[in-house]
């Protein structure tokens, strides 16, 4: 007799097993559990809902129900307990295997798309999988807060939450790599990263987000995420403090350390002699530093400094008597900027050049 709901290849076997052992009130072997989780991963792999499969199980109880000397209510409701309970158990253990082969291949294909390993063409045709059409331009954003983030983590399900309730499933890709939030996001649609950035700011407590400009193809998203990764680190060697940073508004910085020796020479060149004065070139260093991110502004930059502005004046005439450079003059304010710029790019003088 056929099972219900077409469901007999999965009770396969089963109506035996409860009129045996229903009749001896002995619980079912180890075979019979085995046969039993067996058929469940079978049917989980098959796609099959697990609650219509139990559904199933008790209507072959009903049809099948075990008559007889001795066989008690009881007895058949255990012998079907157990073996439904087992037909789950191997129902379960298979869906948790195919999530868990899932997250491997999605893992795999970040990597592989952050680091633009693989064939681009292979590449392109796993990214439609995750809604990406890698033809067109992306753009990434990467956002760090104080501890480090794995997908299933609550800050990562927050933020993506976020996202597909006010974008829904727009071409986006929402993951973690190395500890911080990544978003893939295609490059015409800048709001989708400006949310992004909104929600990973607030969710990672105060966290800075970094978005690289879109370029096209796969290797495109590999160069906004460099750039976004890049802009982290330049926000954390300037002491940059913004919530969000664009790589476009930063591509100054790379020009200047793209020759490193040639900074080194001007740092050595321009800030050396600061070097001279009581107590190094740390304090005045640090005085240039304020001057200028305030935008030249004394009183502002005294302030920062928790200095009164007679004693930040006496500190920027000093800096002049010791580099020839006055940080009043236009053209001399330039050169003095520039290699206070490479001087925290290059750790000086913590680290010699």
Request: hydrophobic residues 40%; aromatic residues 6%.
């Amino acid at each position: 007799m056929a099972g219900p709901d077409g469901f007999e290849e999965y009770l396969a076997g089963y109506s035996g097993i409860l009129a045996d052992a229903s009749a001896t009130g002995r619980r079912l072997t180890r075979a019979e559990r085995d046969s039993r989780r067996s058929l469940g991963e079978r049917a989980a792999e098959a796609g099959l809902g697990l609650r219509a499969l139990v559904a199933a199980h008790l209507a072959e109880t009903r049809t099948h129900w075990p008559t007889g000397t001795g066989v008690s209510v009881d007895a058949v409701l255990a012998a079907t307990a157990q073996a439904v309970d087992a037909f789950a158990e191997g129902y379960e253990r298979a869906q948790r295997d195919a999530v868990r082969q899932e997250e491997a291949a999605r893992r795999e294909f970040i990597d592989d798309l952050l680091y633009g390993r693989s064939d681009l063409g292979l590449l392109a045709q796993r990214a439609e999988r995750y809604g990406l059409r890698l033809s067109h331009a992306h753009a990434v954003a990467v956002a760090r807060g104080r501890t480090a983030y794995d997908d299933g983590d609550p800050v990562p399900r927050e933020v993506e939450r976020a996202l597909i309730a006010r974008f829904g499933d727009r071409s986006i890709l929402l993951t973690t790599k190395d500890g911080r939030l990544v978003c893939i996001a295609p490059g015409d649609q800048g709001e989708v990263l400006a949310h992004f950035a909104k929600h990973a700011h607030a969710a990672t407590d105060g966290g800075q987000v970094a978005v690289g400009r879109a370029h096209p193809g796969p290797l495109g998203v590999v160069q906004s995420y460099e750039e976004a990764l890049n802009a982290l680190d330049l926000a954390e060697r300037l002491e940059l403090t913004e919530p969000v940073l664009h790589a476009s508004e930063l591509l100054v910085y790379p020009v200047l350390t793209r020759d490193r020796q040639a900074m080194a020479d001007l740092v050595a060149t321009v800030l050396g002699p600061l070097g001279r004065a009581r107590g190094g070139a740390r304090p005045l260093l640090d005085t240039l530093t304020a001057y200028f991110d305030s935008g030249c502004v004394a009183a502002e930059a005294a302030r920062r400094l928790s200095l009164s502005v007679r004693a930040l004046t006496y500190r920027l005439d000093r800096v002049r008597q010791l580099t020839g450079a006055d940080p009043a003059d236009p053209v001399q304010r330039y050169t003095l900027q520039t290699a206070v710029i490479g001087a925290r790019l290059l750790d000086w003088p913590a680290k010699p050049l």
